[in-house]
């Protein structure tokens, strides 16, 4: 009976990747002993994955950082000692703001990654209230560039899960079955009701073994150029929506132009997909309403081509009459009963003069403040004046905060904030990071980590946070594409040790630097401001009330808001473009000065760019796919789930394999002009015998952490291999390219 009085259950949104599972924590005289999927929560209904689950290891973990250290040695060393947290806060406040008197805000940046929960969000209110338009962040590769280019064409983003009555789905450059695991249950649902699956992969994925019913395998990089394809057999053969390109698109005349120059038989030239299989698979698209094409993570990995394979999704979407309709993509604006984004965020106590200063705003303007300006024009109005939510906008150029450090062009960048990130494994060209974050002219280095991580290792400070059972957790956003939504998780525990929530990290060093009036006194009254207008409708009096009852909200999915009459105006809505229209020929990408229409551009670095290059580099190599039980860089202390997967793979052909003398499972060299690696050869028929494709994410924990090993960053990571130099990244938005590229492959005993 003891143990029964004290026990509990409570609600919490699981952060062990992006999609914010409903998960129910068994907690037991204090400690947590059982988490297990919520079966109503709409986005998981009750099924969690094994990264889920480990997460009470994660939080009892003997290696998890549990008290502030300062650095004593020279980085990379080892060498630290315990520092209280006021300790620290005060010196790094006092650091900052030398170095702000110094040599202006504009010389500390910053870097994220997934934001595990809401880092992200506190981090950017920090940078634009101190006054540096400098955060970077990898959604200039994974998830939010592509969110950035929706908002171009038409206003908003668009759904990324299968709804009823989907006809036709198309997952491209995704293996949701991998990436998404939580709700890849959903697709197989779907695909026993009958809706029929396109998968676009190079490779022969798990995704496409249990689901296509047409399997493209285009040339790695080539997706663009397929999808312009598919662009020229739906306009000829006039198989798109004439009411709708003629209401509601802009430009149409224009694309009719660009389009021809992309005919099904000049494509399969380009992607090794034969012209018959382009033009079925497109007719399958375009005649099965409603259908929808699902975001897949590679395509925002495309370097040169990221805007234009995005761009081209956008417009079949739109001509095909399935946007912004139930079982195709509906748009996914912010949700309108919530205080999201900039008023969170205070973008716009951000003066002008700084925002000009922002790293790589004159190279990639989509991406930066002058994109995200003219987005927001259109967009507040329509979006409750509200706008659409920043968060991980407008960023600044991620390589260009590394150049600033090295170079000091076009000024200095002196500290630099690393949150949520470990920018030595995720981000691409780890040997350049890795000079930044060792350079002289870094004069302040902090990090804020669960764990003693290789960037962490280069660290002066470095502050423990706490993961998602010891804080409350807030989502608004979309649930899979349902409408804009708000979800609440209950904090599980208390912080252990000396913990700290990421809010508690920020809010710290915004309060000693002159930010105490925009930072609320913790994080529960954060959410309770973020859910407010929620709150009052529901009769609810906080956010860990709306958690307990509530749990989530999402109103009626409303189809075609384009249509909707707008009472001040008496006219229809439209969208949340500068012409009102679904933008063909983008007016924003136009006036930033770019090609307003999407096209194709060889990769810089393939057998067919460089077929020099490619006879001492004959493999083309593909990196950043994302695979169970692993999220980007994290998770590889985990003891359960390194049992699952305990080394870093390198899939290769077996026939290619046989050539080499490499077998299964043997160490291999995997070389480029950048550097050499080894992984793990895993040998599969599901890739072809000239491709390579590495494992993204990697480091090793049990191995040394003082520099130069930093725990095999430079050993099993595949970003020693990849660029990330201007001529490798998207004009438009800075996107950099994670494949294709040339290398070779050969056994580590014939290396050593």
């Known amino acids: 009976m003891e143990e029964n009085r004290n026990s509990e259950v409570r609600r919490a949104l699981c952060f062990g990747c992006w999609l914010q599972a409903g998960v129910l924590a068994t907690v037991e005289n204090g400690k947590v002993v059982k988490l297990k999927g919520e079966p109503d929560h709409p986005v998981n209904k009750g099924w969690i994955c094994e990264r889920s689950t480990a997460f009470i290891e994660h939080l009892y973990h003997e290696d998890r950082l549990n008290t502030p250290w300062k650095r004593t040695g020279k980085r990379g060393e080892g060498k630290w000692k315990e520092i209280s947290w006021e300790n620290a806060l005060d010196e790094v406040a006092a650091r900052l703001e030398q170095i702000r008197t110094e040599s202006g805000a504009e010389a500390v940046a910053s870097v994220g990654g997934t934001g595990r929960g ?85 490779k022969y994925s798990e995704t496409a073994a249990r689901l296509a019913d047409h399997w493209l395998r285009l040339r790695p990089g080539t997706d663009a150029a397929l999808a312009l394809g598919w662009l020229n057999v739906i306009v000829e053969e006039n198989l798109y929506d004439k009411d709708f390109v003629k209401n509601w698109c802009h430009g149409f005349d224009d694309l009719k132009k660009r389009i021809k120059q992309y005919p099904p038989e000049k494509v399969a030239e380009i992607t090794r997909v034969p012209p018959e299989q382009i033009v079925q698979t497109a007719r399958l698209y375009a005649t099965s309403n409603p259908a929808s094409i699902i975001w897949g993570v590679k395509t925002d990995m495309q370097g040169v081509n990221v805007t234009g394979i995005t761009q081209a999704k956008c417009i079949l979407r739109a001509i095909t009459g399935n946007l912004d309709v139930i079982g195709g993509d509906m748009l996914s604006g912010p949700c309108e009963k919530t205080n999201y984004g900039a008023l969170m965020e205070h973008m716009e106590l951000l003066p002008s003069e700084q925002r000009k200063k922002q790293l790589g705003a004159g190279d990639h303007k989509l991406w930066c403040f002058p994109g995200y300006e003219m987005v927001q024009e259109s967009a507040k109005p329509y979006w409750y004046d509200k706008g659409l939510s920043a968060g991980f906008l407008p960023g600044c150029h991620e390589p260009a905060v590394w150049t ?110 002159g930010q105490k009036q925009y930072w609320r006194q913790s994080l529960e009254q ?65 006036k930033l000065g770019y090609d307003p229409l999407p096209g194709y551009t060889e990769p810089p670095e393939t057998p067919v760019s460089q077929p020099g290059l490619a006879k001492k580099y004959p493999f083309i190599l593909i990196t950043g796919a994302r695979f169970r039980p692993m999220h980007h860089s994290e998770h590889r202390q985990i003891r359960s789930l390194r049992k699952l997967y305990p080394y870093p793979t390198a899939e290769i052909n077996p026939e290619t394999a046989r050539q080499l003398g490499i077998g299964e499972g043997e160490w291999v060299v995997i070389e480029t002009l950048r550097g050499k690696i080894k992984q793990k050869a895993k040998l599969t028929s599901r890739i072809l015998p000239r491709m390579v494709e590495c494992q993204h994410g990697w480091w090793l924990p049990e191995e040394i952490g003082e520099d130069p090993t930093l725990f095999g960053a430079f050993e099993v990571n595949v970003n020693v291999l990849t660029p990330d130099s201007e001529d490798f990244c998207d004009p438009a938005t800075g996107a950099v390219t994670f494949g294709p590229l040339l290398c070779r492959i050969y056994p580590l005993k014939k290396y050593t």
């Open 526 to 590: 954060e959410w309770d401001y973020c859910l407010e207008p929620l709150l009052e409708e529901l009769n609810l009096k906080s956010s860990e009330e709306f958690a307990v009852k509530k749990r989530f909200w999402s109103p009626p999915a409303v189809e075609k808001r384009y249509e909707q009459i707008d009472p001040e105006t008496g006219k229809p809505r439209g969208f949340a473009t500068p012409t009102g229209k679904v933008e063909l020929h983008s007016t924003i990408l136009e």
């Open 118 to 202: 809401f880092s992200e969000m506190f981090k950017v209110r920090f940078m634009n209230l101190f006054g540096s338009p400098n955060h970077a962040n990898a959604g200039q590769w994974c998830s939010v560039v592509s969110r950035q280019i929706h908002a171009a064409v038409y206003g908003a983003g668009a759904s990324r899960a299968v709804k009823e009555p989907c006809k036709c789905a198309v997952i491209w450059g995704g293996n949701p079955a991998e990436a998404f695991a939580c709700i890849f249950p959903q697709h197989i649902k779907a695909k026993r009701k009958g809706t029929r699956y396109i998968v676009i992969d190079p």
């Open 404 to 513: 600033a450090i090295l170079d000091q062009q076009p000024y200095p960048v002196r500290a630099l904030i690393c949150g949520a990130c470990n920018p030595l494994i995720a981000y691409p060209n780890t040997k350049r990071i890795y000079e930044a974050l060792k350079s002289d002219n870094l004069d302040l280095s902090i990090v804020a980590e669960q764990w003693m991580t290789p960037s962490a290792m280069l660290a002066d400070y470095v502050f423990p946070i706490t993961n998602w059972l010891e804080h409350p957790q807030m989502y608004t956003q979309t649930f899979q594409g349902s409408g804009s939504a708000a979800a609440m998780g209950q904090r599980v525990v208390p912080p252990l040790c000396d913990r700290r929530s990421d809010f508690e990290f920020y809010r710290g060093l915004g309060v000693r630097l």
